[in-house]
Each structure stands twice: as structure tokens, then as C-alpha cells.
């Protein structure tokens, strides 16, 4: 066989392997609840199973609150659940607002899909925003939308487009997904050119440029309320990130909140400051 037959073989098999290590690396792994909020909290719900397309559901949760027209949607990180999500949750539905949380797409209860991505997570927390106002228009009132790590930079990307959201709280949002990206593939010692041809093979995958749902940009076309959540011991995103998503485009409703000895899923930490969040959404007009 001619040499350069053998080349071009070999190129072929090690673009195909490179390509499925990098399925394989970035796929969401899936950890479905172990309990729900009536076991876990003694808190009432009922269980929910929202259509997106094709016949695909998203497994949620609503917490209800019968005397309040408003509604907080939460969305949890990458790998994560909408259980995990429960202790930032629950002071919220103690102050008098609904809870819908969700699901992602390849995430705990909910349907599988091809793969995740940040505009997918996107996309199903619209969908959820679009289900709430349609099926319970009494609860739809005013909505806030709270997101942590990939889904802090949705919920950013999801308001970015939409004039129904009234507030939005993200907590441990990446900057920019190539920044994360870049820190990501450096612990393997990859050169610059390798990661950046991982970077825009990845944004061919996803259908995206990063560029186009960066938290530095997409702050910027947010016209309500936002406040950016993130601890000062974070290693997986840096704190560093919370304060460049602020400087990229100074408004009066961009706020920051920096919470200390908490890292990247201290979800404990951040629910000790659950008063301010709260606070938060009362000066952004919710009635909690």
C-alpha cells in the first residue's frame, strides 16, 4: 500500500479518536434524584414532566404557594440535578414565592439527547418559562430565573432574549465558555493550537460561536434586574470571572455578590446568604 494511502489513514483514525475523546470528556454525567421535597423537607409538590419537542419531557418539581402569583425557575449545573438544587430552593418557597425546578436535557429524570450544551440548557429553560405562562397563567405573574454554573450562563443567555423575565440570579457563571474552556485543556498539557482546534470543533458540535451566549455579552442586552452570585474560593470558575462579567458592561441593575469560604458548589454557603437573594428579588418587585 502506497505510503501516503497510509497517511491518510492514519489521519482519519486519529481525528476520529481525537473526536469521540472529546464526546466522551465533555459529556454531562447523569445522577438522578434519590429523594423528593416531601421526603427530604417535608415540603409539598407535585411532580411534573414538561414536553420540549419530538416527545422529549423535562422532569420537575413545582412547589406551589397558593396565595402567590410569581414564580422562581431554577436550573441546576452540569452533571447536577434539580435535588441538589433544594436547599437554595427551599428559602425561597418559605418566603412566599412558587418554585419550578427543573431538569436539563441528559440530566437526572429528564429525557436523553444527543448531547448538552449551554444554548440547550437554554433552550429547556425557556421551555419551562414558555409551559409555566401557559399552563399556569395565575403563577406567571412576574418570573425569576436562578441558574448555577452552566445553568448560571443560561439563565443570562435565556434573558438575553426574552422580555417576560423580571430578575435573574446566577451563581458560579463561567465569563466566557472559551476562557473555561482554555483552563479546562491546559491541565492536560495541550498546546495552543490543539486547544484551540478543540474549542472551534466544539462550537461546530453545539451550532454556536461562544462569543454568541458569553456571559460578557449576553449581560449587556439584559434589561432587568441581575445579580451575580459567586464565592471567593472557587477554583473551578474564579472568582475573577464574577467581577469581569461586572466590568464588561457597568448597568445599575448588574450587581455583584461575592461570598466568602465558598467554592464552586457550596451550595451551603450560598444558602446562608439565601436572606440576600431573597432581598434581591424584592427590590426587583416580587412580592415575597
Not at 489521519?11 to 472529546?22: K, V
Not at 418566603?95 to 427543573?102: L, P, R, S, T, V
Request: aromatic share 10%; proline share 6%.
Amino acid at each position: 500500500m502506497p505510503y501516503f494511502i497510509v497517511f491518510i489513514f492514519a489521519g482519519i483514525s486519529i481525528t476520529a479518536l481525537l473526536q469521540l475523546a472529546i464526546h466522551l470528556g465533555f459529556r454531562a454525567p447523569r445522577n438522578k434524584e434519590t429523594g423528593n421535597p416531601k421526603d427530604l423537607f417535608g415540603i409539598d409538590y407535585l411532580q411534573l414532566h414538561i414536553p420540549i419537542y419530538a416527545g422529549k419531557q423535562l422532569f420537575a418539581w413545582l412547589l406551589p404557594v397558593s396565595e402567590s402569583s410569581e414564580t422562581l425557575i431554577i436550573l441546576h449545573g452540569w452533571g447536577s440535578n434539580a435535588q441538589l438544587m433544594l436547599p437554595i430552593a427551599i428559602p425561597f418557597h418559605e418566603a412566599g414565592i412558587n418554585i419550578i425546578m427543573f431538569d436539563a436535557r441528559n440530566h437526572g429524570g429528564s429525557d436523553s439527547d444527543t448531547f448538552s450544551s449551554l444554548p440547550r440548557f437554554t433552550e429547556d429553560i425557556e421551555s419551562v418559562i414558555d409551559w409555566v405562562k401557559l399552563e399556569h397563567p395565575d403563577r406567571s405573574e412576574r418570573i425569576a430565573i436562578l441558574g448555577h454554573s452552566v445553568g448560571a450562563g443560561a439563565v443570562l443567555f435565556a434573558a438575553s432574549k426574552r422580555k417576560d423575565v423580571a430578575a435573574v440570579i446566577s451563581i458560579s457563571a463561567f465569563a466566557d465558555p472559551e476562557w473555561m474552556m482554555q483552563r479546562y485543556l491546559k491541565k492536560f498539557y495541550f498546546p495552543l493550537a490543539i486547544r484551540k482546534s478543540v474549542i472551534r470543533y466544539e462550537e461546530w458540535v453545539i451550532g454556536h460561536r461562544f462569543a454568541s451566549f458569553s456571559p460578557l455579552t449576553t449581560v449587556c442586552n439584559i434589561n432587568c434586574p441581575i445579580l451575580i452570585v459567586h464565592g471567593k474560593n472557587d477554583e473551578t470558575v474564579p472568582v475573577e470571572d464574577a467581577r469581569a462579567i461586572i466590568a464588561s458592561c457597568p448597568k445599575p441593575q448588574l450587581n455583584l455578590l461575592e461570598i466568602e469560604n465558598a467554592s464552586h458548589d457550596s451550595v451551603e454557603k450560598i444558602e446562608q446568604h439565601c436572606l440576600q437573594l431573597i432581598n434581591f428579588l424584592r427590590v426587583s418587585g416580587f412580592h415575597i
